[in-house]
């Protein structure tokens, strides 16, 4: 195989047969023809590994049995056809162990989040990355959405006046019952503390919405009072959880985030609500935009590259005209394509529009804060002052 | 004016003129043709009295200034006209020393809510109604709906399992701006503490999340943690407030009311969650509930006299077929017609199917309790166990 | 039983016991108190009729056993007690028969729909009725609705520009199965050319489809093309059916109404659409009207005394602020309201805001032409110019 | 550039800059990561067609500046690196001509629809196909969807029981205004009858509701009466139109198709009904369909990996766990997926899961129906009997 001189060449650790989300990350990186998957360390099983990058059509020289030796040994390669971004799909506590080596050995990194299992590693993830000429992406997929970035614009252009309320919700239920005794990989990492770091629910979709609720509403939550709860005996993180929380310009909230909501598919939602209007968002209706406005009748803003009242920052995350849906994929997409021009121009540190390190500590920070909060009889919490 | 031997005959104090709920619950009582308005108090603005009155069609000497005039003067009359029930829907203040005037004269109550400006308050009145032969019924509206007693019946059967999560929510946005400086009278009283009592919002509108939550899951809430907010500069209570809580069979949930949320109508809503599924009901929607089952797809139950699914508390509180929407007027009509069919058949105490003085208790036990929250450093507090 | 002087006093034939539409008509004619039943024959069944009129504390002297015996006893009372307006809620056959009698007797007459069961008997109605000084309403229920007022408002206003299509649509499920061998009495009759006339499915829900479509449109359906089809061997009459059309102003459309559409329920929806924009009302969420406007957000208008937007027709017939739900009670409530306010101002022939003889002659003159263009092989039939 | 072995080598003629169709199918094609954009004849326009390639990373000599160019040079490659497929994304009237030079020269064809300007081109097509060992795919992307793969497996297991009623409806709004005349290159070639062919909207837009309605029901329509409009006053083709129709198997329905409903986007939809229950789909919300059962309360199978009562057809066009949006894009790559394994496969004629020829003559039949309903008197105009 030979590649594509101008597609940007990316590798990927972790994401093989049955880790549901490299396949995720490898078809919005193809979407837009602008990358090319040119190597990988899929597995630690080998004949998994072997599957899956021979189901790929990788070249048996670009498949690699540890993410040790894949990075490694492209950085030996020459120039013209070595690995350019790293894409990280594995467990939480391989994120920043990876992140650090690729960063050291010149690669960009794209990771899965949360960013780290700890705070005090995603800050040296961070500092690591300050000395580099690196670019680093965090995969908060719905960031990449057009309606988020329209609710932020429509946010930072005053629309809905003083941010008063922020009201955040991610109801899922496939935890329901005891998946990770029953064989369900993704189940059973996401609930061991040595692979997940000190929270369940909350690092795996609480940090989705708190970091959706900071982006949109344009501020940083700077204290809460959580709630988090286990639902099953043999259970060792969070599966559930709920926050009362403030902003550093007077905003107030509520987080909720669940893996027990029997029934609920991937229920992301937002309302956010100024003195002059509301924003309504839903994860699972992704290309409409409710938006309210004191004495004027309700309006629903539509994603589509020719749909009315849409920001220059929703519209070029559009691809298609309103009224054919674009989804998941399409909005992680967009960040693997805004990835991939800020390496072709160069940049360093953090892609434009694209979830960076910054996110990540932010998320980090929430972590430990929630799970600080869960063990403490005080009210308040602040979060650290980070990101 | 005569009055018909069948209909119960009901008086009225407040829901003058510009009161919006005394015409909802005139409209609500005449829906079914089993109850007569046959006398009132509408305002303390004897020109507003006259002309609510005469608008009606009551008789003069039916219409008096005051609502202490009312009660005597009704208990004077023969039996055959003398009013039989008394709905009271003025301000908060005025509920149980109307209520306490009207018990002892052996009137049955149908009161608004909250049942009083403090719970000893609301305790003083479930004394005098236990000593008493009245009945008591609180406009609940909620609980009238076919569809929240087919949530609870769902409950009660087991059909979710054990329940673990409850989520209220009571967004309303009519506050956003200072409608109490601007001749809203609603409003005025509403944001008084001398009219209204400790709380503004919660009392108003968390009090129908707090109970419709403690109903559906038929469960007390036995702590919570809560934070209330102010947001217009003279606004004197909570505009808006948040509460995690806990339940005494082990649930836990999120309530949320707003009176800020700009542009929101009304939008009451309800999910709760067990081990085997969840259910979801909005009351802007009244005749629809969403069941979801553990590996079952979706369902949406629907509200109608032939439609399938349907518990027996459900059907009877259909006036019609599937497809024909009921609403607000309805619900409120259901409690209308199950407590005159309590008077009818010589109940005392609470009417079966009405929200009685139990519920009163525990909707003032939880705005002592938010409002307590609100000052407190402490984390979680205990709500008194009444009702 | 006495009367009361300020309300209008009516009376019923048809509506008794298992007579689902008798209780709808009484329900809304009471629901603003303005109306008073003081007598009704019920059913042909002696026993039904009075158990009906028991359980509705109708006085035995104001029971009677026939419609003929209504009237012809009615009309004998003294003014101030006499019946004022007749409420018609028979099987269809009855309808001209019975109102014929009614206004010449000098009552004002509240018809079920369709008005006749041939145009040739609908227009001796109207002659009648031109004749009197007697009121004639019709019961097109879903012309009570608010947002329906507001659609038809913005459409004389020119809000929509130029209209080019209208889509009306009225699906059910309930004549999936021989309901009508099944000892369902509304079935029974509906199925029976002798009772219900020429169609059934269109006589039944196609009038409600094609009123709507011409009261919003505002302008008249001048030729159509259908087609009718009958599902069941026994079936003796239609029970579905499509029509293209086309009216006086140059629009276009499509008529549907089927009451085999499995799992139905009463989902009449219509969309009009001009040069400018559209609109969009469905029936079931009766309180949002979707405007969509040619370069701009789409809009939701919402029904609700305090709800920006609409006109006045639409804003008097809301009774509740926004986000309280009204529903199809208090649509006819509304028709209701109307009709009592006509007989108190002294109005004769047809009632402001109630559809008249001239809505139920269009409805025949549509009956007629679809059953006609079932049976021919020409594309385009013309309406009969009436009404 | 040097080509990838393993993945299927396309080429694309038409989908130039401004042409949004090529954009989607390259998105649609890249998706999976299973095929390779080698060359192209992007438009006539050298400038567009080197600025496309250039931006796709196409190399100078697989850069041709025609069709015919194309296909002639790309015959004559070594096999290795030679176009196996071509993409006809061109304006109608070149659907054919090119389709036959590809098939003469041994590559496949994915055309995009309708497939001919006539049924006579479309038959003279399906013969050279006949004659070839070349797969031809048809661009009827909403076939791809999984949700639409779910009702016809429904409706083919007999769940809805024996099918009476199809309503088929597709409401654009983009051609309300004369966007022919406004440079818009789309709406210019759609109008404009040497290009686009004997019908505007229905050869746009109906042939989908057309094709997705035999696809679902699984039977052929055999006859339709219908209406074509045209709204604009120098506008030469049909922008609006809507039939009654009957199938072979007795149902009926109606189809509607519209380019001048201002303000709607894509609303494609579509419900079937049988004795047993119903089914409704939307385009603009695919991961859902309701499945209404007589009887049962209605139900909402929904898209994903893991959702429950999926049919494997649905399963295997599903990339994602439920809630997580996968939309047009991904139908679409749905077909190019399929079309790539076939070509590996070695099949010939039509590739399993991809509408091919026969869905191509079935649309022209239906286009040519349509537009003779469109002139004539009669009532029924038979279907010519094909594909």
């Known amino acids: 195989m030979k590649t594509d001189q101008n597609k940007v060449r990316m590798g990927m650790i972790g994401g093989g047969e049955g880790a549901f989300i490299g396949a995720v990350h490898r078809c919005a990186a193809a979407l837009d023809a602008r990358i090319e998957l040119v190597c990988g360390a899929f597995s630690r099983d080998p004949d998994n590994n072997r599957r899956t990058a021979t189901d790929l059509g990788l070249a048996v020289d670009r498949t690699y049995n540890s993410w040790q030796a894949l990075i490694e040994q492209e950085a030996q390669r020459p120039a013209p056809e070595r690995m350019e ?15 650090l080596a690729a960063i050291n050995a010149g690669f960009h990194v794209f990771s899965e989040k949360p960013a780290a299992v700890s705070l005090g590693e995603a800050q040296q993830l961070a500092q690591a990355l300050d000395a580099s000429n690196c670019l680093y992406g965090l995969a908060h997929t719905y960031l990449g959405y057009p309606m988020v970035w329209q609710a932020r614009e429509m946010v930072r252009e005053g629309m809905l006046g003083t941010l008063r309320k922020i009201y955040v919700e991610y109801p899922q239920g496939w935890l329901s019952e005891n998946q990770e005794a029953q064989d369900n990989k993704q189940a059973a990492w996401r609930c061991d503390p040595s692979l997940a770091g000190a929270s369940g629910c909350m690092a795996d979709i609480g940090t989705h919405a708190f970091g959706l609720a900071e982006f949109i509403a344009n501020q ?11 639902h099953l005996p043999d259970r060792r993180l969070d599966d559930d959880g709920a926050a009362l929380f403030r902003t550093r310009n007077g905003a107030s909230g509520v987080l909720i985030a669940s893996q027990v909501c029997a029934g609920e598919e991937n229920a992301l939602k937002i309302r956010v609500y100024g003195d ?7 994860q699972m209706s992704p290309n409409s935009l409710v938006y309210r406005q004191l004495g004027q009748p309700m309006q629903v803003l539509r994603a589509g590259v020719d749909q009315p009242g849409l920001s220059a920052e929703a519209l070029r995350r559009c691809r298609l005209p309103g009224g054919h849906p674009e989804g998941y994929l399409e909005a992680m997409g967009n960040l693997y394509r805004d990835f991939a021009a800020a390496i072709r121009s160069g940049a360093a540190g953090s892609a434009p529009g694209v979830p960076g390190i910054s996110a990540g500590l932010r998320g980090m920070a929430f972590i430990e804060t929630v799970v600080a909060s869960r063990e403490s009889d005080t009210k308040w919490i602040e979060l650290p002052n980070v990101g």
């Open 85 to 99: 971004m790293l894409v990280i799909a594995t467990p939480n506590h391989l994120h920043v162990p990876i992140a």
């Open 220 to 230: 940083q939550i700077t204290s809460l009072c959580a709630e988090l709860n286990t």
């Open 276 to 282: 002059k209007g509301g924003l309504e968002w839903q």
